[in-house]
């Protein structure tokens, strides 16, 4: 399997990958709800299409097609969103990539941070994740990295990382 971290050869001199992070399986709840109760409709609605009736081969091979569909849309996109979606942390930037088809990279320097926060919601703190802010300064705005696993170690890390940044520490350490 393809990692999407960020390999060496992409790293600037003296820099070193300190966090690479998927997000939260809780991105995944809601597209897997969809994919059961999409397995149990179309199944009863197959079911449940008499035999007499004339096009009841079509009228199944069209519930299936659009059951299909469905599960494709609601189900296997999230999933690959999902698995396509890596934030790293290096010493001297932070790295955000998306995308399944297309792939869009968010690089932010450690330099140009402004402020660093985090939300959790209830569900949030239940579950050991949450939502990290970073502010990286100028008409950009704050940028949030959501479904963060452990979001508060990853402050602090990011913290640690922004100390040793403004210190002048080679290498972050």
């Known amino acids: 399997m393809i990692s999407m971290t960020l390999p060496d050869h992409h790293l600037t001199e003296g ?4 966090l690479s992070i998927d997000p939260h399986w809780k991105r995944l709840t809601v597209p897997f709800i969809a994919l059961i ?13 008499p035999d007499e009736f004339a096009y009841a081969l079509h009228a199944r091979l069209a519930v299936a097609a659009v059951a299909l569909v469905l599960m494709v849309i609601w189900s296997f996109v999230p999933y690959l969103r999902w698995k396509n979606t890596v934030y790293v942390f290096t010493t001297h ?11 869009a990279v968010d690089e932010i320097p ?5 402020a660093v926060g985090s939300e959790q919601t209830l569900l949030d703190r239940l579950l050991g994740c949450g939502t990290l802010t970073v502010d990286p300064g100028g008409d950009r705005g704050t940028v949030a990295l959501r479904d963060v696993p452990k979001v508060r170690e990853v ?5 640690r990382l922004l100390e040793e940044a403004s210190s002048g520490k080679p290498g972050g350490g």
């Open 15 to 18: 820099e070193q990958r300190v």
């Open 37 to 49: 109760l999409l397995a149990a409709v179309s199944g009863a609605g197959i079911y449940l299409i």
């Open 93 to 103: 930037r932070i790295k955000i990539t998306t995308g399944v088809m297309d792939q």
């Open 110 to 114: 450690l330099a140009a941070l402004n």
């Open 155 to 159: 402050r602090a890390e990011l913290f």
